[in-house]
């Protein structure tokens, strides 16, 4: 999907979440249509309703904004408060349209929710990360890695760090520099701490650096 646009991202993941919703309203009146007798305008006021909601939802917060392959337990949780919310909410429309509810068809049509989008948003990022790394491992030339120095040994550098561990690229981190003289000779996440911000020339040239990237979100590269 990196050719096309954000708002055709964010288009296609609207109509995915979309579809998830109303595959799992199906999917619950299949499973009850012996149990629970509701008129047809019930289930489509129930499931529109649901599906503007969340939708609405969504766009307000940001929800489709997120890439799915950089989906983490904290857009998890996200998604099953949105889910949660529009469920409730539509559940409280509709007894008040039709002066009745089934608790039952709300309820399994919110578990398989809950179990369609996030869970095709997993299923993203784990073939997206599978794709990249079989692309990595099948580099035979290991020349092209960018070695790389990081400015700063805090909570930036250990997440700049995490995340290349866990998605594999050509970025090969040398060493660290900090300013703070307590963190000198200890190493972040197995990195070494080379030195402070004035080392920076003497380390480029002696572990023949090819990038330095700052990982202290609040400093500007004039600063060093």
């Known amino acids: 999907m990196s050719k096309i646009n954000s708002k055709k991202k964010m288009v296609i993941l609207m109509f995915i979440d979309s579809l998830s919703i109303i595959l799992a309203a199906l999917l ?4 009850l249509e012996n149990y629970v007798m509701l008129p047809n305008r019930y289930y489509y006021v129930m499931i529109g309703i649901t599906v503007l909601i969340y939708g ?3 766009v307000f917060r940001h929800l489709f904004a997120n890439l799915p392959y950089f989906t983490g ?3 998890l949780i996200f998604h099953v408060k949105m889910l949660s919310f529009a ?3 539509s559940a409280v429309v509709s007894s008040v349209v039709f002066q009745l509810v089934s608790y039952r068809y709300i309820f399994l049509t919110y578990m398989f929710s809950l179990v369609f989008i996030p869970g095709i ?3 993203w990022r784990v073939y997206h990360e599978y794709t990249e790394k079989v692309d990595y491992r099948g580099k035979e030339d290991p020349s092209g890695k960018i070695r790389t120095l990081l400015v700063g040994a805090g909570e930036g ?3 700049f760090i995490s995340s290349l561990i866990h998605r594999p690229n050509n970025i090969e981190i040398i060493g660290i520099v900090d300013r703070d003289e307590k963190k000198q000779q200890y190493r972040l996440m197995g990195i070494p701490v080379l030195g402070n911000e004035a080392d920076i020339p ?3 040239t002696k572990y023949g650096i090819n990038q330095v990237t700052i990982t202290i979100p609040s400093m500007k590269p004039q600063e060093l």
């Open 87 to 89: 469920f409730l909410l």
């Open 73 to 75: 337990l904290h857009d």
């Open 28 to 31: 619950a009146y299949w499973l």
């Open 202 to 204: 003497d380390i480029v």
């Open 157 to 159: 550098g250990r997440l």
């Open 56 to 58: 609405a939802l969504g």
């Open 121 to 123: 948003r997993i299923v």
